[in-house]
């Protein structure tokens, strides 16, 4: 089944404790990206990848690295996680780079990560 | 900047009755704009995409949507309300030469009573 998998979905750490949330996609998609969901917020988008090792900013990145060493995997590292990077975490990922195209985000299902 | 917003937290709507849900739009150059519908516990999944050619969009599900560039509008519509239409919708743009940037709108719950 073509999927996007991220873990853990839930996930209670504690400040500073650095932490990594993996995504994996089994669809041979070039682009991936990785955003935060908030109450009134909407979705806001992190960083992305448009293939391996070519990453760049979204609209909240700091606080946050990614890496792309493969094209199945993206993952999501936070060094020194605060309270206020709690939130609803996705990972998305899409046949080719640049909306332009005809290959709509493909989505995980969600890691909450809590940091208190 | 680009953004985007839905200014319905929440619509509701009788079941078998037409529903629209707002979107409005701020980019510099052509956007290219979509739908997403999120089911509880679930990520995203697309619904349609307006890139360029005609105004009205369909989509899955029986949605459609129509770009209105004078308004900077993409309300989302569908003719019959189902009740398993009940779910939370987000409005997205990518434009001002990055493509590969997405903004979401703040999302509006769609309630479809029986």
């Known amino acids: 089944e073509a999927q996007v998998t991220q873990n853990p979905r839930y996930l209670i750490t504690v400040t500073g404790k650095k932490l990594t949330v993996t995504c994996s996609q089994n669809?041979?998609?070039?682009?991936m990206s990785w955003y935060r969901q908030d109450p009134g917020l909407g979705l806001r988008q992190i960083y992305y990848s448009m293939n391996v090792e070519v990453t760049d900013k979204g609209d909240v990145p700091e606080g946050y690295k990614v890496s792309r060493k493969e094209k199945r995997n993206f993952p999501l590292i936070l060094e020194s996680p605060s309270p206020n990077q709690t939130s609803l975490y996705f990972c998305?990922?899409?046949?080719?780079?640049?909306?332009?195209?005809?290959?709509?985000?493909?989505f995980g299902n969600g890691t909450r990560l809590t940091v208190t | 900047a680009q953004s985007v917003a839905q200014p319905e937290d929440q619509v509701n709507v009788a079941e078998g009755n037409p529903l629209t849900v707002k979107c409005t739009y701020s980019v510099s150059g052509n956007p290219y704009l979509f739908w997403y519908v999120q089911y509880p516990n679930r990520g995203l999944q697309f619904l349609l995409k307006y890139i360029t050619g005609d105004n009205l969009v369909k989509g899955s599900y029986g949605f459609e949507a129509e770009f209105n560039k004078s308004q900077t509008s993409f309300h989302l519509k569908k003719p019959s309300a189902l009740v398993s239409d009940s779910a939370l919708y987000f409005c997205a743009v990518s434009a001002g030469g990055n493509f590969n940037k997405f903004y979401f709108g703040s999302g509006t719950k769609l309630n479809v009573k029986p």
């Open positions: 669809m041979n998609h070039e682009y």
């Open positions: 998305a990922s899409s046949l080719y780079a640049g909306a332009s195209y005809n290959s709509p985000l493909h």
